[in-house]
């Protein structure tokens, strides 16, 4: 069970560094046990002149023109390069080209602007990493570092990197211009590791990109660049200016005691406890302070119990009672998204437990609150299984006819009365319906041969589904054929005599559909038949058939015999000639 009170909207966005602690005030029940966050920096190291700092960790992998980093190099001229081979090496003042110049620094690098600063006689730059994954920023700053050759002109520039989106944010509290030194040349924009893409700012008052060859000058400046698809491009948006906070970080309590120091406080406090964070700099105003409390009240507890759902999914329920008897309460009741369900507010109740009706089986989340005291806990609504089967008896249809049955017996132990019944095909087309049952079985008669569906549904909403085979009595007859093929050519002679068996007489007997009408037993045979091929169908009186293919054959031509004496014919002329071959 997770018990809080209310939370006091100190909350203070990703960009809104006017404030150090970004932990909003907190009072929770019981104990707070987590990190305190806060904005914090860390020198550089760049106090020189024209020179990168060390390599720097990132704290996270962030994506640059589609390519992965975890480090990086920070330039005292306004630029942070993902090239670290320049560590520690000279950072190049001069702009001779514009950019994109390949083959000459800055590459592969992020200019926030380049131009010419001098960190030896004035400012700081530091850099730190804020918030927690995957949403951590990385951010460097440049605090009023003075132009070099006119000292008197300070610079001050922030760049932020953010995890997981790869967008770049920089702000620009005041970017003077010194004429007479570099041409007054200042470039703001993005350049790959190969110069081959870049992406430059247009000034929005000079209307040209800020490039080499434009005398530009930003006050209270706020500017994104969003990879695109493919990671060739960015786009460039002006955003609000966020005023620009910078330092180390140091943790005190209420009596001064320091703490810690840095981005991060891990607390953990079963009282009610004030924390102080100050940081001081040239980003600072001097010195800032800024602090946030933790309240730790007295709290009750949750006492919850479900009801189960039925097969029907929607009449489970929720009892929320409290432990501490409350004057009044409100409640809250959502889904594990945080959505409020339909009647899931209920305002100034009095009584002592309350009951949601009427839910589908999942996790639900109850909130009570009472005066400032919040309690917040989990339920789950189960469903009672379903236990309801059949049994399906078959009597097989015989033959092709239609006197099949089939016979369903719920299972006494788990039917609901009344109950339904559906018999359906075996692609789902409903066939017979009925409702409102009260026996212990149903009988489905007169069917046919095929698969068939079997649904019932009881009074609780349990539904069982089957599927059924009603095949048919294997065909009993044993038919045998005689033929008797035509004897000479031109003649229509040809028999075919069938013999069955094992049917229920009588028998009926066809051939090429039609059907045999002598009287039994010459109903079996067909006779005066020319050459061909005949198809013999027989059935008995129990719709069992059986069906054959005979062909009757006969010469291909008249037979002649050649004697001494006479010429016999065989295809019933009158005459003829004798010949030989």
């Given at each position: 069970?997770?018990?809080?009170?209310?939370?006091?909207?100190?909350?203070?966005?990703a960009?809104?560094?006017a404030?150090?602690?970004?932990?909003?005030?907190?009072?929770i029940?019981?104990?707070?046990?987590?990190?305190l966050?806060a904005?914090?920096?860390?020198?550089?190291?760049?106090?020189?002149?024209?020179?990168h700092g060390p390599?720097?960790d990132?704290?996270?992998?962030?994506?640059?023109?589609?390519?992965?980093h975890?480090?990086?190099?920070?330039?005292g001229?306004?630029?942070?390069?993902?090239?670290?081979?320049?560590?520690?090496?000279?950072?190049?003042?001069?702009i001779?080209?514009?950019?994109p110049?390949?083959g000459?620094?800055?590459?592969?690098?992020?200019?926030?602007?380049?131009?010419d600063?001098?960190?030896g006689?004035?400012?700081?730059?530091?850099?730190?990493?804020?918030g927690?994954?995957?949403n951590?920023?990385?951010?460097?700053?440049?605090?009023?570092?003075?132009?070099?050759?006119?000292?008197?002109?300070?610079?001050?520039?922030?760049?932020?990197?953010?995890?997981?989106?790869?967008?770049i944010?920089?702000?620009?509290?005041?970017?003077?211009l010194?004429?007479?030194?570099?041409s007054?040349?200042?470039?703001?924009?993005?350049?790959?590791?190969?110069?081959?893409?870049?992406?430059?700012?247009?000034?929005?008052?000079?209307?040209a990109?800020?490039?080499?060859?434009?005398?530009?000058?930003?006050?209270?400046?706020?500017?994104?660049?969003?990879?695109?698809?493919?990671?060739?491009?960015?786009?460039?948006?002006s955003?609000?200016?966020?005023?620009?906070?910078?330092?180390?970080?140091?943790?005190?309590?209420?009596?001064?005691?320091?703490?810690g120091?840095?981005?991060?406080?891990?607390v953990?406090?079963?009282?009610?406890?004030?924390y102080?964070a100050s940081?001081?700099?040239?980003?600072?105003?001097?010195?800032?302070?800024?602090?946030?409390?933790?309240?730790?009240?007295?709290?009750?507890?949750?006492?919850?119990?479900?009801?189960?759902?039925?097969?029907?999914?929607?009449?489970?329920?929720?009892?929320?009672?409290?432990?501490t008897?409350?004057?009044?309460?409100?409640?809250?009741?959502?889904?594990?998204?945080?959505?409020?369900?339909?009647?899931?507010?209920?305002?100034?109740?009095?009584?002592?437990?309350?009951?949601?009706?009427?839910?589908?089986?999942?996790?639900?989340?109850?909130?009570?609150?009472?005066?400032?005291?919040?309690?917040?806990?989990?339920?789950?609504?189960?469903?009672?299984?379903?236990?309801?089967?059949?049994?399906?008896?078959i009597?097989e249809?015989?033959?092709?006819d239609?006197?099949?049955?089939?016979?369903i017996?719920?299972?006494?132990?788990?039917?609901n009365?009344?109950?339904?019944?559906?018999?359906?095909?075996?692609?789902?087309?409903?066939?017979?319906?009925?409702?409102?049952?009260?026996?212990s079985?149903f009988?489905?008669?007169?069917?046919?041969t095929?698969?068939?569906?079997?649904?019932?549904?009881?009074?609780?909403?349990?539904?069982?589904?089957?599927?059924?085979?009603?095949?048919?009595?294997?065909?009993?007859?044993?038919?045998?054929?005689?033929?008797?093929?035509?004897?000479?050519?031109?003649l229509?002679?040809?028999?075919?005599?069938?013999?069955?068996?094992?049917?229920?007489?009588?028998?009926?007997?066809?051939?090429n559909?039609?059907e045999?009408?002598?009287?039994?037993?010459?109903?079996?045979?067909?006779?005066?038949?020319?050459?061909?091929?005949?198809?013999?169908?027989?059935a008995?009186?129990?719709s069992?058939?059986?069906?054959?293919?005979?062909?009757?054959?006969?010469?291909?031509?008249?037979?002649?015999?050649?004697?001494?004496?006479?010429?016999?014919?065989?295809?019933?002329?009158?005459?003829?000639?004798?010949?030989?071959?």
């Open positions: 069970m997770k018990n809080f009170l209310l939370t006091l909207v100190l909350l203070v966005s960009n809104s560094y404030q150090i602690i970004i932990t909003n005030d907190t009072i029940c019981g104990s707070f046990n987590d990190t966050y904005l914090s920096s860390d020198p550089s190291g760049i106090t020189a002149d024209d020179g390599i720097v990132i704290g996270f992998t962030f994506n640059f023109y589609g390519a992965a975890t480090q990086l190099v920070i330039s001229n306004g630029y942070i390069t993902f090239d670290l081979f320049q560590a520690n090496q000279y950072s190049p003042w001069s001779n080209a514009p950019i110049n390949p000459n620094l800055p590459e592969n690098a992020i200019m926030g602007p380049w131009h600063l001098n960190p006689v004035g400012g700081s730059i530091v850099y730190g990493v804020v927690v994954a995957p951590r920023k990385f951010i460097v700053t440049w605090c009023g570092v003075p132009m070099y050759s006119c000292t008197n002109l300070l610079h001050t520039s922030q760049v932020v990197l953010y995890e997981g989106s790869d967008k944010e920089m702000f620009i509290e005041n970017k003077p010194c004429a007479s030194w570099n007054g040349d200042g470039i703001h924009g993005l350049v790959d590791a190969t110069s081959t893409n870049f992406d430059i700012v247009d000034d929005p008052v000079l209307l990109p800020r490039n080499m060859g434009l005398q530009w000058t930003a006050v209270n400046e706020g500017w994104e660049f969003i990879p695109n698809n493919p990671a060739t491009s960015y786009t460039i948006n955003i609000v200016y966020v005023p620009i906070i910078a330092g180390p970080t140091t943790w005190t309590d209420a009596n001064g005691n320091i703490l120091t840095g981005p991060s406080l891990p953990n406090v079963s009282t009610t406890t004030t102080f940081m001081s700099g040239s980003c600072s105003f001097g010195s800032l302070v800024d602090s946030v409390q933790i309240t730790v009240p007295a709290c009750f507890n949750l006492a919850l119990s479900s009801v189960s759902a039925s097969c029907f999914g929607d009449d489970g329920s929720i009892t929320v009672t409290p432990d008897l409350l004057p009044l309460w409100d409640i809250t009741f959502s889904d594990t998204t945080g959505s409020v369900l339909i009647g899931g507010v209920v305002l100034n109740y009095s009584g002592t437990s309350f009951t949601f009706s009427n839910l589908f089986p999942g996790t639900y989340i109850v909130n009570v609150s009472s005066g400032i005291s919040t309690t917040e806990d989990t339920i789950v609504v189960g469903q009672i299984q379903n236990l309801l089967t059949y049994q399906g008896e009597q249809s015989n033959c092709l239609e006197d099949g049955v089939i016979t017996t719920p299972d006494q132990q788990y039917i009365y009344p109950w339904d019944i559906s018999l359906a095909n075996i692609i789902g087309d409903t066939l017979q319906n009925i409702n409102q049952l009260n026996t079985f009988e489905f008669s007169n069917m046919v095929g698969e068939y569906i079997v649904s019932i549904l009881d009074s609780a909403g349990c539904l069982f589904i089957d599927t059924l085979d009603l095949n048919p009595i294997p065909n009993p007859l044993v038919m045998q054929t005689n033929v008797s093929h035509v004897s000479c050519y031109g229509s002679d040809g028999e075919i005599g069938v013999f069955l068996d094992n049917g229920l007489l009588p028998y009926t007997f066809y051939i559909g039609l045999n009408l002598n009287p039994p037993p010459y109903d079996s045979l067909f006779t005066g038949l020319s050459e061909g091929v005949y198809i013999i169908t027989v008995d009186s129990d069992c058939g059986l069906t054959e293919t005979i062909y009757i054959d006969a010469p291909q031509f008249p037979l002649q015999v050649l004697s001494s004496n006479s010429v016999v014919i065989c295809d019933t002329s009158l005459g003829g000639s004798a010949y030989a071959y």
